[in-house]
């Protein structure tokens, strides 16, 4: 099914007679942009700002923006509004919701649904290794949020903890950023890679992205399994300290198995085979789905008695969560 048009939902409230590109970097907060007040900025990248703003009907919401400098390159404009309807067409509730996206004022923004909580990568590097049940509560959340995903036809193919919101009160995940995803429908001509060049985050990235070879949902398994090891264990399936040891090892080298990662922290023999079959350089060796990858982690899991942890393990979670 072809994607929605790119168009906005609302109705553009101009807030001046003349419309305005602003400067790099000016600060939006205190506007009005097609009807959603903004009131701080929370957060800026490379290509975007968002900030916390309200509107009368949905309340509190993040509001991204497209940098200025970049709303008069078509590619950079063509890949915002990209993300905007891919995320729009994935309804779950572990995915942050798309409100609504376009142009107004000069801007071209996303509106999305305001996620409690911060990234699950804070609260990993404040927590430390999660206990293995948390861990597979947040794998099941995450694979039912990209089940759906791929359902519609979206790989995410930037699955990393920096992209994933973790509210600990009511232990719920949500995905969020589909700013590199791809239409699985694309004609392979449209979806190869160049060599050499890959999109995500290194330490997550799938090894067949690095090299240039059709990309499916395999690739977001790959990602969700790195996620899950470094959950467990506070450490990466790889140790390459620079981009360019850790792309050799991605292509040529197996994990570090689980239970040699961290002194005196065991886990089941079946948990530690279900995260590495995922972490398998050739996708067809991993689970087939999402949801096959998460039903072997909570199946290895309640097979196995509770893991023990040593004095090491427990020091090492302590400094993690106390920030020592």
Not at 196 to 212: D, I, N, R, W
Not at 257 to 266: A, K, Q, T, W, Y
Not at 274 to 288: E, K, M, N, T
Request: with cysteine; proline share 9%.
């Amino acid at each position: 099914m072809p994607p929605p048009p790119l168009v906005s939902l609302a109705q553009p409230q101009i807030r001046a007679l003349v419309s305005r590109v602003p400067m790099p970097n000016e600060n939006l907060a205190g506007r009005t942009i097609a009807g959603y007040r903004l009131l701080e900025r929370v957060g800026e990248g490379g290509t975007a700002e968002v900030y916390r703003a309200q509107h009368p009907e949905r309340g509190t919401c993040a509001f991204k923006v497209l940098r200025s400098r970049l709303a008069s390159d078509p590619t950079a404009v063509k890949r915002f509004l990209r993300e905007a309807g891919y995320g729009s067409r994935v309804e779950h509730p572990g995915v942050v919701r798309t409100y609504d996206y376009g142009e107004a004022d000069g801007l071209y923004y996303l509106a999305l649904e305001w996620a409690e909580g911060k990234s699950l990568a804070e609260y990993v590097h404040r927590a430390g290794p999660l206990a293995p049940t948390l861990v597979v509560s947040i794998v099941q959340q995450l694979a039912a949020a990209l089940a759906a995903a791929h359902q519609a036809g979206i790989i995410h193919r930037d699955l990393k903890p920096e992209n994933i919101t973790y509210e600990p009160a009511s232990q719920r995940a949500k995905l969020l950023d589909f700013g590199i995803a791809r239409d699985a429908e694309l004609p392979p001509e449209e979806r190869l890679t160049r060599t050499g060049f890959f999109v995500g985050t290194l330490k997550y990235v799938a090894p067949e992205a690095l090299s240039g070879e059709l990309v499916d949902g395999r690739a977001d398994i790959y990602s969700l399994a790195t996620i899950a090891y470094w959950m467990l264990t506070g450490q990466h399936p790889h140790s390459g300290r620079t981009p360019r040891e850790l792309f050799q090892q991605l292509l040529t080298q197996e994990p570090v198995p689980l239970n040699e990662v961290v002194p005196g922290l065991r886990f089941p023999a079946a948990l530690e085979a279900a995260v590495i079959r995922g972490l398998q350089r050739d996708p067809s060796r991993r689970q087939p789905t999402v949801t096959a990858f998460a039903a072997d982690v909570a199946a290895a899991l309640a097979a196995a008695p509770p893991p023990k942890t040593g004095l090491l393990a427990a020091i090492k979670r302590a400094v993690f969560r106390d920030g020592i």
